[in-house]
């Protein structure tokens, strides 16, 4: 049943892993996705191809960008903007291609926004999972320690509830198996397949 | 994350072969589950056992079942009554255990009613997934057949409509497999999950 592609939005708290995830997606082709490319104002390092690695482009052209509302999302790291182009996300999407996007949780906020049909991914740190026994055996943190994983924790799970997925990150083979599920599942979601079925019978 | 098990209702038009698949998970191991031991007038037969195979009850202990809802969904076969028992599903959910229900398409739309957080996946014929090729591809079919299967089409997808999931059954191991990632997708869903975590540190 041909249909939309997924866009697949992989974020969770920094620190969390999600580049080495999506590294291991990509190492044992877990499943077939498209990347998006990132627009930058940063200078290409050498080798780095324009329209492959990222689009580089000017100060004003980014802003202009920006004022068109041709990005998804876009921030600003070391004195360089960053940021998602819309029209090539859209036009994999409509060529049923899946497209990966990791990206940071305010990015993935916007992009929710923007396109609240995507199936957002929240990896959560081990230790979240594993914060209960901490708790109950503590002695082995100081208390201080222990109230401020605490208020993260809290902090954290704010951040998941807008997610339609919560991955523990405890290997990474284990979180690249369950978010080879979540696309699995989602290819076959009644709310993603129905219209193409309805539109097969409706065109007689 | 310790939750509630997920009750997984297997149905789909009759003949799409529920009992077949549900087999294959059986056999192939392909994720752990419980039985749902329904309740029946029918008698036992030899080698059946009371409260494994069945619940061997009378006429009239049946209807008392169905008057006290303690019946999730019930019907009449061949002149003898079958039905699903709630309280043991509830008590296996709240054990944590995945109970799975292969049901048809009535007893599936009851089972919503009354367990709305439940997994509804609809088994899908593999010449639905087909007919646009079949249609395209006229001249195999007199225009009788073809308008037969349109109707019958039509009425396949209003029914999927109330699903969560659509699988085709094209070859037992393929919609073992999508069913598989659905219930590995499902035990990472956000809200599945996150009861619990909020639970955690809110009792500290």
Do not use: C, W
């Not at 044992?28 to 627009?39: H, L, R």
Request: without cysteine.
């Amino acid at each position: 049943m041909a249909s939309k592609g997924l866009l697949l939005v992989l974020s969770g708290p920094s620190g969390v892993g999600k580049g080495t995830v999506k590294s291991a997606i990509v190492e044992t082709k877990a499943f077939p996705f498209e990347y998006s490319v990132s627009m930058t104002t940063r200078k290409p390092r050498p080798g780095e191809v324009d329209g492959k690695d990222y689009y580089f482009v000017s100060v004003d052209r980014f802003k202009e960008a920006i004022n068109q509302g041709e990005l998804i999302e876009y921030n600003q790291y070391v004195g360089n903007y960053y940021g998602t182009p819309l029209a090539p996300v859209k036009k994999m999407l409509s060529e049923g291609k899946d497209v990966l996007l990791e990206i940071d949780v305010n990015g993935a906020q916007k992009v929710r926004q923007q396109m609240p049909d995507g199936v957002f991914i929240f990896l959560t740190p081990p230790d979240l999972h594993e914060l209960k026994h901490r708790l109950v055996h503590r002695g082995t943190d100081s208390e201080t320690v222990i109230q401020n994983r605490m208020k993260q924790a809290r902090n954290e799970i704010m951040m998941m509830s807008d997610y339609d997925y919560a991955v523990v990150n405890d290997t990474v083979a284990n979180a690249v198996s369950h978010i080879k599920a979540i696309v699995e599942a989602e290819h076959v979601s009644v709310k993603r397949v129905i219209d193409s079925y309805r539109k097969m019978v409706e065109e007689d």
